[in-house]
Structure formats: C-alpha cells, structure tokens
C-alpha cells in the first residue's frame, strides 16, 4: 500500500478513535459511566439479531447519499443538495407505489426509476446553473432543498392526498420489505434495500473508475481548463454530474418510502439523510467501500443511541456529539495531511535548487 493510501485509511480510522474518546470526555463531564455508556451503545448497535438488522436497515438510505454526495466531490462539485433530492426521490417512489397497480417485477422497478429519474431532474437545475451562468452549486443546490421540502408537501396533500398527515402505504408489489430479512433478525425493519444499496457502490465504483464516462469526469474534476483543453465539455460533465448525484439521492428516498416507512409523512424538518451523506462521504473518503463501512458505522451510532439512552440514561443527542467530533477530526486530518505534503513538496524544491 503506498502511502496515500495508507493515510487515507489512518485518518479516518484515527477520527473514529478520536471521536469516541471525545464522547467518553463528553460523558464523564455530564456525569455519566463511559463504560456503561459505550457497552449499550455496541449492544444496540450490534449486540443482537435485531439490532444488527436495524443497523442494516438504517444504513442502506445512508450508502445512497453517502454515494452521492461523492459522486459529486470526485468531479469537483459539492452537492449539498442531497437533501432535498432524497425528498423527491421519496414521494416519486410513494406516488408510484399507491397509484400503480402491477405485478411486483415491474411494480418495483417503476417506483425505483421514478425515484431516480425525479431526483436527478431535481438536481439537474442547479448543475445546469453552474454550467450555463457559473452560479455556485452550494447556493442553488442548498436553496433547492427548502424547495424541495415544501413541494413535496404540497404533492403530498393536493396530489396523493394525505390521510392523518400520512399516505396510504403502498401496494405490496412496490415494496422491499422482506418477511425472511425480518425474521433472520427477530423482526426488525430490515428490507431488500440493503442489497441493492450495496450493488449501487459497486456501480458507483464501475462508473468512475472503469468507463470513459468517469474518466472525463474526473478529469474535469482536477482541471477544468486542461480538460476543455483536451476536448471534454466541461459544461455536460458539470451536468452529469449533477444528474447522476441525483439519482443515488432519489434512490435514498425510495429506501425510505418503499422499506422502511411503506409510505410518507407530511414533515415540517428534513430527514438528515441527505445532510449526514456529507459526513458519511468524507469520512469514506468518496471511495465506494470507504461510503458502505462510514455508511454502517453512523447508522449503527444513531440505532445504538437510542439504547444507549434506554440502558445508561444517557441522552442520544451525545452520538450526534460523537458524529460531529468524528467529521471535525477527519477534515482536519485531510487538512493537516494536505499541508504536511504540501511542505514536503516545498523542502524537496528547495533541496533540488541547491
């Protein structure tokens, strides 16, 4: 392993460590076990067929958005418009899953599509800014996700009709429940989703590294100028790029609408989602695996909390603080590394002039 590869697995390994330690401070200044506190959080992380599940469960909407926000940072963009994408993909999924009524094996790959197609045209408005009027993509994509979180309560109630702030669950032949997945774990919510959020890393993987497509996307990434130079369109990678972030989102919706929750909630707050897929981006440092084990670790943090809270009467806000120190400790790790090279670089200029 040469060393760029090296400290891309220390730093987020080192983060985690580091984020712990800060709970355990954080725990004991509250007057809290850190022990205790550490061991229901494991437990309910991992320490049972259930818990297992619930973490698997969790973290597949998390392997979506995780994926696309490092779509989008591989190529040079910052979407942190996730959110509000994960939005749409989630009533596209739920709209289709109420209103269409066909056998399963066309059933759910209609509502999969439409997750991902509204997404991606929902993220398409502010790759196509960026490209045609050079607006900053964290303005508009930020923006779009208040937008999206208000349209799509609106569809909710004048489009699909909402019943006690709720839809209707979906047909079963759009869902991803499944009755084995939940009896292995002692009935948890565990659906199919996990494996196909599993596949998209793969695909994820497959797109950057082993087509053109990919190549010309990265490329743009590192230098746009010497990219349009060599005869890429900056400005359809930009897009693209946008486009195909976008479906990774909607594809995290419909984990939500079409396993977990079988259906939608009129919501006056955003899922987070959308938002802990940054984090989950960085700490895997945009690689596909790197998105898949971040993806589990958060989403068996937020299950754990929950036991936590019940088996040490701590409060469950403290992962968020443990959350937090973790992505703190990762930036400034790639920051300090950033730096370190970056002298190295200088000393060895120096010495070559000599």
Known sequence: MNKLGLNRLLIP????????????????????????GFTSLFNGMLGSPYAIGETLRAAAPLIFSGLAVAFAFRTGLFNIGVEGQVLIG?????????????PMFLHLPLALLAAMFAAAAWAFVPGFLKAKFHVHEVITSIMMNYIALYTTNAILRSVIGVTNERTESIRESASLSSPLLQELTTFSRLHWGILIAVLAAVVYYYILQRTTLGYELRAVGFNKHASQYAGMSVNRNIVLSFVISGMFAGLAGAMEGLGTFNGMTLSASFTGVGFDGIAVALLGANTAVGVVLAALLFAGLNIGGLAMQLGANIPSELVKVIIAAIVIFVASGYALNYVIEKLKGNRKKGVEKK
């Open 13 to 36: 390994l080192l983060s985690i460590l580091m984020g712990l330690f800060v709970g355990a401070i954080v725990m004991l200044i509250g007057g809290y076990d850190p022990v205790r």
């Open 90 to 102: 989630w009533v596209a999924a739920v709209y289709v899953g109420i209103n269409f009524d066909l």
